[in-house]
């Protein structure tokens, strides 16, 4: 089981700060860490930087996680495009234009990537919170657990090919997604084996990240390595410890 550092390209200074400590600790980073780099207020220019610089560095699992669909132009130096379908998408303008946009998007890699790598990955997104700032940026609902795995196991069954599924808290959620661990339990009984159950919004210690990983859930992190960029490595160490 590996975990996900999330970079934001909007934040420069807090994922310098990051990426110095990811490339310091490289050698056992790759082993239990993949890489995303995006942000729902990032330009494709600034997400394409640290997917260059990750790349350079011989960082192989590097994601890009688009919000828009320019952020497609980024795509040459990522080995995975991460496709996210909300599930829990509203008549809202701003949940419909989302749900565009993820048109948009599919379309602009497959004209720009018609080879691979990079990979396109689709998966179910779920975003529990409406209060956060993408809850806010793509107009999605607050969801009970009941209607959540609803959504889960339709998308599962008519998307059969898919990479999986994300359920996120998002930052400033009230609610972080470490507290919705029933969800994310029967999630994952759902989700066939063969398929990752990706989790993110308000992980904030090891411990946390280490329940998470024993749900067989795969915990995605950002916020708290901004702020504690050591902990990159401390939370690694333990991982590599376990494995």
Not at 95 to 102: G, M
């Amino acid at each position: 089981m590996k975990f996900s550092i999330l970079y934001d390209p909007d934040k420069y200074y807090s994922v310098a700060r990051m990426f110095e400590e990811t490339v310091k600790n490289k050698e056992i980073l790759e082993k239990v860490c993949d890489f995303w780099v995006g942000g729902t207020r990032s330009s494709s220019r600034d997400i394409n930087f640290w997917l260059k610089k990750l790349k350079e560095n011989d960082f192989e699992e590097r994601f890009l996680f688009p919000a828009k669909p320019s952020h497609a132009l980024s795509g040459k130096y990522a080995k995975y495009i991460l496709r996210p379908e909300l599930l829990n998408r509203t008549s809202s303008i701003k949940s419909q234009l989302v749900h565009l946009f993820t048109k948009v998007g599919k379309a602009a890699t497959r004209i720009l990537y018609p080879t691979a790598p990079p990979f396109n990955l689709d998966f179910g997104y779920l975003i529990l919170s409406s209060e956060s700032s993408v809850g806010k940026f793509t107009g999605a609902i607050n969801i009970c657990d009941e209607d959540a795995l609803e959504r889960i196991e339709r998308y599962i069954k008519e998307n059969k090919e898919c990479h999986g599924i994300y359920v996120e808290s998002g930052s400033g959620a009230k609610i972080p997604v470490t507290k919705r661990t029933n969800l994310l339990r029967k999630a994952r009984e759902i989700v066939p084996s063969s398929k990752v159950v990706y989790c993110g919004g308000g992980i904030k210690s090891m411990h946390e990240m280490l329940f998470l990983m024993e749900l067989d859930v795969h915990p995605v992190i950002s916020t708290h390595f901004e702020r504690n960029p050591k902990d990159i490595y401390n939370f690694a160490r333990e991982v590599y410890k376990r494995a």
